[in-house]
């Protein structure tokens, strides 16, 4: 018996976050035991050796420092031989119950609640963190930049509060490193689940060889799979503009959030949700902004009326063009960039491009039609509300079954496929998807918008409530936000929807859960809201349709 310490870890003490093991658990040299936290880095706790845990001597919350036990391992050579985890050695092929390709959130979501409903399963990714897109590139990166966009943001909004500070001191390093290490941690504790789990993880990029084969390619060379049953979750890529030239200067979501550089002149293709929070960002790290989009207004999908306090407050800030494409860009000294749009066509120079026009899904180059798997030309997998594709024992989930794009529609269909994968009665079948831009003022809306409804000729009752009337709000200095509720108007149900203001992206929760639940207007406005509160708008709106509202 071994018992394991803590090694010198360049710092007094840490606590301990995560335990990766329980007792009976077989590990491999490198598999992670624990997780250990100070206020200066987080660390994982390898086992030194291949073994089987035989007893765990702390807890979660523990401070160790160097020399302190906490486990004792039975090494391999001494261990009775543990049940074998799957293993995939170079060129053999190994089986699993369910294969999942993409490890993003609904890869890894549908992989644990498989494995948790005790199928033996194997996750693929071609790359060599779990968490796909959202935790490594998208959701979680952009949101820890946008945390620091905002606090540059709110510092410069004190002065008419009677706050002023200095200029922002930026360390582009030190703010990569402070997006690194929540991505980091994230997926570190992705793997640590995974463990968990037993669910075996494999690094490489699959493809379909047959309906129950996949060849995995990757660092540890090709390797073939079987499986009974799989789940794609191969998600969605940048669009790429094909008249762009190839140079560095010219980014995707990707290469911006890496903050490799900051350009003094950034233009951003697209005035979606994704390019508007790059915006911001950037803007805040120095960056002169000029938005292109080609339809009339920024944040498509969203009600005009909406849009509109975000859009007053990016104007005053932005160059923002609207109905306008960019045409061509020309690669020198700078990119120039030609425009063209209302006021005509013109040019103009930049340092930097993002490219943020869409979202592309990772359909093809899977080599799907080797199982039977109908892809469409767009590059979707088509699947019934089960989440499974034509082909019965293959489900498909997340951006690469379509629209929206989210990462919380990509989980909850991960937990539908798993579970019909597993033979339990699951089905698809949300009655709102909320969506949410995270930029200041924010913006989210669920369920119908007042768009969709004048589009169908769909009669609704909406009611509004402006933050102007919100104590909180104004105490804020932020009462330009809106929150508005469209209702069936013969029962008094919500249908959709959609606030714009700080915090909108939390305050809309609540939103959904009535519009979900089938909620009326009477529901939410006898709810008794805490004040002051922003979430108070949303009752007062209730209020609005029932005829008490006495705050307007
Ligand atoms: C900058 C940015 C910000 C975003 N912000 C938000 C947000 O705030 N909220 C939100 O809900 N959504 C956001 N999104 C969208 C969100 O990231 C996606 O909706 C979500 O990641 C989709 O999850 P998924 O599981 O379908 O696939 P993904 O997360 O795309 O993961 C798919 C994985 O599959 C792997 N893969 C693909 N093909 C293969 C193959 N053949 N073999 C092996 N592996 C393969 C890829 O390497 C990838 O890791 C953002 C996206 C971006 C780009």
Known sequence: MKTITIPDIGMADAAIVEISVRPGDAVAAGDMLLMLESDKATLDLPAPEAGVVAEILVSVGDRVGQGDPVLRLEPASAAVPAPALPQAAPGAADHAD????????????????????????????????????????GCI???????????????????????????????????????AQVVGKLTTGLSGLARRRKVTVMQGQARFTGPHELEVTGLQGPRHLRFDQAIIATGSSPVRLPFLPDDPRILDSTGALELADMPQRLLVLGGGIIGLEMAQVYHAFGAHITIAERLDQIVPGADPDMVKPLMTRLAARYDIHLSTSVTAVAAGATLTASFDGPQGQWQADYD????AVGRRPNGAGLGAEAAGVTVTDAGFIPVDAQMRTNVGHVFAIGDVVGQ??????????????????????????????????????EIAWAGLTETEARARGQKVRVERFPWAASGRALSMGRGEGLTKLL???GTGRILGAAITGTSAGELLAEAVLAIEMGADAADLSLTIHPHPTLSETLGLTAEAFEGTLTDL
């Not at 009665?425 to 909320?434: N, T």
Request: charge should be neutral; hydrophobic fraction near 50%; charged fraction near 15%.
């Open 98 to 137: 369910l294969v999942v390709i993409g490890a993003g959130p609904g890869g890894y979501t549908a992989a644990f609640r498989a494995a948790d409903l005790g199928r033996r399963v194997t996750l693929i990714d071609a790359r060599d963190t779990l968490g796909g897109v959202c935790l490594n590139v």
């Open 141 to 179: 990166p952009s949101k820890a930049l946008l945390h620091v966009a905002k606090l540059i943001d709110d510092a410069a909004g004190a002065a008419p509060h009677g706050v002023s500070f200095g200029a922002p001191q930026i360390d582009l390093s030190a703010i990569r490193g402070w997006k």
């Open 352 to 355: 930097a491009i993002l490219v």
């Open 404 to 441: 929206p794009m989210l990462a919380h529609k990509a989980t909850h269909e991960a937990k539908v496929a798993a579970e019909a994968a597993c033979g339990h009665k699951a089905a698809f079948g949300p009655v709102a998807i909320p969506a949410v831009a995270y930029t200041d003022p």
């Open 487 to 489: 209702f069936d108007p």
